[in-house]
């Protein structure tokens, strides 16, 4: 048995890690479908609130902060429905509350400087049997809805219009995909931390988008490289005494920026294997 | 799918004084509409003339602002109703770009149909397949859709409407922003809809290829219904003149229609401001239909 398996802490890390990377892109790519992907990050702040309150009140910080940011989510998406807000503008005024609230409740609670930074950028050592229990049936159950209900939430993801005229519950499932948003940060906050759980429900989305052709496929993908990604970090965090947060979000931006510059290869290598088939079809004389 | 004789049946679509708008913004109002089963009606008006308001209207995306709308005898919408309307909008939205297939998109128009949580039946495949099939797309079910022409992407969405075996197909701009091969391609494909005897409802600012396609035309102006009948020639090019020009022979026949009424050669079928001059569609004649009148079959290829 490889030593990293040998430590408790470090087999919790892991499987936290395997949830995560599995639940997160599996949510993300229906963020990606609605132009949302900014909206994981506005959570990540709420969840922060969340999170202040627990600690100012002496309770465990992950229920409290499933409770706020589920409540936050339901209302965020009734404000963009009925409000006269616009979307970002309601988005803006979650990440400054968010954030505000959590510094004011952290210094109330006697949190530190220390404290904050664990929320902030994740601190998956110190996953708890008891945590990992909590993330274990999050995971299920955002795996479960977007599975059962993934061809719904991607018909209103892409086109809300035609799901309201042919009779989906437009707003129920609306609801249901910014619930399940909410669920997700707060089982990625040990993670990656809020300001990188965004990263993990979009990036890996970000990365199958240049791959693959169908919207399953490119779900697969995103659940597979998330899941590898979010593993390899941790496991290279341990090694090279790095946040594992930071490490799994660079991992997935270079695999980004490899696939990304990679199609663009092929598109552009494809295009001109087009151009040339033309020029060699095209009789002489009728050559522009 | 027949009338009844003696219009016994109540009529797929029927709108009485309907008014349609966006919060205090009525936009269209006193619509008197029936379209019976196996109609082709094409909606047409200019820029601003509320068609698209009436559309919307029709699908519950805009609101009512007066009179009633009835599916098949039902006030509409309602879940039941909208289940049987098939919507077809004038562009594929793509969303965030994830890449989808022909077959996805397709697929998502049966879902109303499907029950959550349960894996799609052996006849929602089928009715996807036929769907497909029915635009000539069935070839390219797996490829992605960002990457079809315009004309491919309105078949799509034709097929994705057809997808949930809807009575009523209503389609938006079918023939706006394609080129004139694929627009030419589409209105076959709506001919062969029509020949199955789909009930179709075109909103189009000009008829163009449709016009062997549709049995009757609705014109609309300022949110008002000036014409109801036969697609008479006038209608063809349906250029904002011509239908300024109709509007204003709608008006004189107004006038004259007391003193005048052999004198003034009105277009047939003219709707005038007076709803008891309204030509009444009868069983045998579902359109308005005048000696002299320019029909449909008779250029119907």
Redesign the interface.
Known sequence: MPEVLTYGFMVRALVAALLVGLAAPSVG?FL????L?LIGDGMGHVALTGVALGLLTGTAPVPVALVVTVVAAAAVELLRRYGRTGGDVVLAVLFYGGIAGGVVLVARAGGSAATLNTYLFGAITTTTAEDLRVFAVLAAVVLVATF??G??L??V???E????????PVMGLNLLLAVLTAVTVVLSMRVVGLLLISALMIVP?AVA?QL???????TLLAMGVGTVTAVVGVLTSYYGDTPSGGTIVLYLIALFVVTAAGSALVRAARHRGHRRRHHLATPVGEQA | MTTAPGGAAPPLLRLQRAGFGYGERVVVRDVDLEVRRGERVAVLGSNGSGKTTLLRGLLGLAARTGGTVEVDGEPAPSRRSRRRTGYVPQAMTVGGGVPTTVREVVSTGRLPLRRPWVPARREDRAAVDAALEAVDMAEHAHEDVTELSGGQQRRVLIARALAAEPDLLVLDEPLAGVDAASALGLARTLAALAARDTTLLVVTHEVGPLADVVDRAVVLQHGRVVHDGPLVPELLGASDEALERLQEESRLRHQHVHHHEHETSPPPGWVSDHREHRPQPTADHPECHHPGTHHPETHRA
């Open positions: 790519v990606v479908q609605r132009r992907s059962g209900l061809r719904r991607a018909a993801s892409s086109d219009e035609h799901a309201r005229a042919s009779g989906l989305v988008q693959c052709r169908s919207f399953r496929s490119t």
